[in-house]
């Protein structure tokens, strides 16, 4: 039998003396798209930044082709035609896609310039093969985040590669966008390259996989076909065997009568959001539904005051409010928790408690003080329902896994406690077993009396957690739908494709 293309044997990492892997074993054929999963931080990132030399095993071996090899750094991952897309984008904005492609490492001419139109040429050839309508010239700040991710993937197979790391790579993509990934993956396994592929969606793994891999914890619990394991059995392997599936909607109880908390008449701002009208009440959970480029990210930022409202109007309990920026509306009770939370929301020096607590400073003021009991309380309490892995609440940000980063910020905002709070895609990143508990939070704030919105791409979650969904189609809200009368997910569906 043929060699494996990669073997990574018994491979140990620890961090300042904690075991986050534990004699890890891992094997990948050529050309087969491997999916490594596992809740957040179970170091599905660290076992491969092992692999591509950003950090280094304490123990174990990695063999390609059935030769030991030796990864210290980048270099020596792409020796070894390694190559991998971090969960942080790695590239600059200020500069064009060929300049992002080739960065440190521009083809040079005779006399040692660079030669740009070298890159050029060659970023267009591989734009070209994954069939990516990128123009190299572009700067990569003025694209959209799918075409970023497109970018990074252009940047890494500009190396030759063997075998290609992405790690989470749709997590910011669009539906659309996913496909053309999907294609580009299909694409590449042809060609004989091999996949390893991280993600916490389940549907995308079923889709494009051969195998999976689940890490639970730092270690390896399981490897199999993935016609050979149902989804049912990957959760287990994920979860351990404590998971509370209260995956379900619950009939809640609140009133519509009376003056509705926020409501929204005939909202129209740049050209993606086009005469929205709703109304939010005191108690409720307003899913919002649509498909992706339909303007419910828009919607958000339009009332949170990020994009300029060009025209309707804004009342708060009955008030008519002005909202021109972000601070006019957190002080009038709204808060936005962002779909790109990566970018956004998350002071990386921070530790956990100073992020978890930094919106809430004022109410924890003692005198002159912060009340440090009641502020490593509240975070301590957060860290705990959304199971943040963590060794202790003063930790650095950055040093924890991405999920675990994006759990952050959502503590921030539910820590603070607004009257009226928007969730854009509050699951994303997030695994499978944090996901019910954001949902048990969500309610337990809108039984509490709070009026929330759900923005969602993930229609089981919308339908798990609304009491009223709004279907907004090209900008437009098109239908209302009382969550009562959704029998399926496949109801929803045919109401967000308007047919
Ligand atoms: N540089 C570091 N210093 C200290 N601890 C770290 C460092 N990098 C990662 N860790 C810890 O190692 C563990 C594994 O993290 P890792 O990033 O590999 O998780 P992951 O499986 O990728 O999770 P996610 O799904 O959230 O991205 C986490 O507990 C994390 O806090
Ligand atoms: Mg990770």
């Known amino acids: 039998m043929d060699k494996p293309l990669l073997s990574m044997k018994g491979i140990s990492k620890y961090f300042n003396g904690i075991k986050v892997l534990d004699s890890v074993d891992f094997t990948l054929n050529k050309g087969e798209v491997h999916a490594l999963m596992g809740g957040n931080g179970a170091g599905k990132s ?24 030796t990864i210290k750094d980048a270099n020596d991952a792409k020796n070894n035609y390694i190559s991998m897309i971090f969960q942080e984008f790695s ?12 960065l440190a490492r521009e083809p040079k001419n005779a006399i040692g310039i ?28 003025d694209l959209g985040v799918g075409y970023w991710q497109m970018t990074e993937i252009a940047k890494a197979l500009s190396h030759e590669t063997k075998i290609l790391i992405m790690d989470e790579p749709t997590s910011s993509l669009t539906e659309k966008e996913t496909d053309v990934l999907f294609k580009i993956i299909n694409k590449l396994k042809k060609k004989g390259i091999s996949i390893i592929y991280i993600s916490h969606r389940m549907d995308e793994i079923f889709r494009i996989c051969d195998k999976i891999t689940i890490l639970r914890d730092g270690k390896k619990v399981a490897t199999e076909q993935c016609n050979q394991i149902d989804m049912e059995t990957v959760i287990q392997h994920i979860v351990g065997d404590d998971l509370d599936k209260s995956f379900e909607w619950k009939e809640r109880y ?4 009376g003056t509705p908390v926020l409501e929204v008449k005939n909202l129209t701002s740049g050209s993606k959001v086009k005469d929205i009208s709703f109304q939010l009440y005191s108690g409720e959970i307003l899913g919002i539904a649509g498909l992706m480029g339909s303007g419910r990210s828009e919607l958000a930022r339009a009332i949170f005051g990020i994009d300029p409202i060009n025209k309707g109007e804004i009342y708060i309990k009955g008030k008519k409010h002005t909202i021109k920026s972000p601070s006019d509306a957190v002080n009038a009770g709204i808060a936005l928790i962002p779909e790109d939370r990566r970018l956004q929301g998350l002071i990386l020096d921070y530790s956990v408690k100073e992020n978890t607590i930094l919106p809430i400073l004022s109410k924890l003021k003692k005198g002159i003080f912060i009340d440090h009991r009641k502020a490593n309380m509240i975070t301590e309490k957060f860290v705990k329902r959304l199971n943040i892995k963590t060794d202790h609440i003063f930790k650095t940000a950055k040093l924890l896994s991405g999920g675990n980063q994006q759990k952050i910020v959502l503590a921030k905002w539910l820590a603070n406690d607004p009257e009226i709070l928007i969730l854009d895609e509050p699951t994303i990143g997030v695994d499978i077993g944090a996901k019910t508990e954001i949902i048990d939070i969500i309610r337990e704030l809108a039984d509490s009396g709070k009026s929330i919105i759900v923005i969602s791409s993930e229609l089981q979650e919308l339908l798990a957690v609304s009491d009223r969904i709004l279907v907004i189609h090209e900008g437009r809200n098109v239908k209302e739908l009382k969550r009562k009368e959704i029998h399926s997910e496949e109801v929803l569906q045919h109401a967000i494709q308007g047919h």
Do not use: H
């Open 46 to 69: 660290t076992l491969m930044k092992i692999l591509t030399g950003v950090y280094q095993a304490d123990e174990g071996e990695i063999y390609i082709e059935g030769n030991k090899v």
């Open 91 to 102: 590239l600059i904005p200020s500069l064009t896609v060929a300049e992002n492609i080739f």
């Open 114 to 141: 660079l030669n740009d139109k070298k890159s050029i040429a060659r970023t267009r050839e591989i734009l070209k093969e994954m069939e990516i309508d990128i123009n190299p010239k572009d700067i990569v700040g």
């Open 254 to 257: 609140y009133s519509t009568e």
